[in-house]
């Protein structure tokens, strides 16, 4: 199946910095999402980038997506303690040759934000 | 609004033992989804239900059923539990069938250990 995979798989920061991270995809798509799970709670959608879309803005969150390259990435500037979760890019995927698609998520970043 | 919800929170169950997931969501959603979330891996879809009276396998749907059991709610069974069930376990909704585009809703999780 295709799946994102996020890179780096943890990312450790101070408060006030900037955090990057990296989904990389093999087939084409029509959108990809990043969500967030804070420790023990379900995943939050962020944000929905379409194929035709190079960048998207929404408060401190910056997503970029390189459709040449087959990736996205998610900018959070000026971080906070609050930041701290875990970071999951999904996108279109089967799980078998001729199946239909459904949503896929790559295994995720798990960000700290330190004080 | 609640939003997604999912009881129980906590389950410890004995191998061959069986239990139902409950799950249920107040936002009309058409949707449906059960993943599971194992240690450093991301979200995998065990089945889900585009539709009221629908249902179809995921990429990990050996080991359970599930009912669709009208609108709002969707269960999850295990028959006979094994340890490789061992999980935390994630529904979901969306609000149309539009599977791998629209936003999908998490409910709490719940985190099942068979012994």
């Known amino acids: 199946s295709q799946q994102g995979e996020e890179d780096p798989q943890a990312l450790s920061i101070q408060e006030g910095e900037n955090a990057t991270m990296n989904c990389s995809y093999k087939?084409?798509?029509?959108?990809l999402q990043w969500y967030r799970q804070n420790s023990g709670r379900g995943l939050v959608h962020l944000i929905l980038i379409r194929s035709n879309e190079r960048e998207k803005h929404s408060g401190r969150l910056r997503v970029t997506l390189d459709t040449s390259k087959k990736s996205s990435s998610l900018l959070i500037t000026a971080s906070r303690a609050a930041d701290t979760a875990s970071y999951f890019c999904?996108?279109?995927?089967?799980?078998?040759?001729?199946?239909?698609?459904?949503?896929?998520f790559g295994k995720g970043t798990k960000l700290t934000v330190n004080p | 609004n609640a939003g997604v919800t999912q009881t129980p929170k906590f389950q410890v169950l004995k191998t061959g033992q069986s239990m139902t997931l409950q799950c249920a969501q107040d936002?009309?959603?058409?949707?449906m989804y059960w993943y599971r979330q194992d240690p450093g891996m991301g979200l995998r879809l065990i089945y889900y239900s585009a539709s009221e009276g629908t249902t179809d396998k995921g990429e990990v749907p050996n080991g359970y059923n599930v009912s669709r059991l009208n609108k709002r709610e969707f269960s999850l069974r295990l028959e006979s539990a094994a340890p490789s069930q061992t999980s935390v376990y994630f529904c979901?909704?969306?609000?149309?069938?539009?599977?791998?585009?629209?936003?999908?809703?998490f409910g709490p999780g719940t985190r099942l250990t068979v012994l």
């Open positions: 936002m009309n959603h058409n949707s």
């Open positions: 979901a909704s969306s609000a149309n069938s539009f599977l791998t585009t629209d936003t999908q809703y």
């Open positions: 087939t084409s798509i029509n959108n």
């Open positions: 999904a996108t279109a995927g089967s799980f078998s040759q001729g199946g239909s698609e459904k949503l896929v």
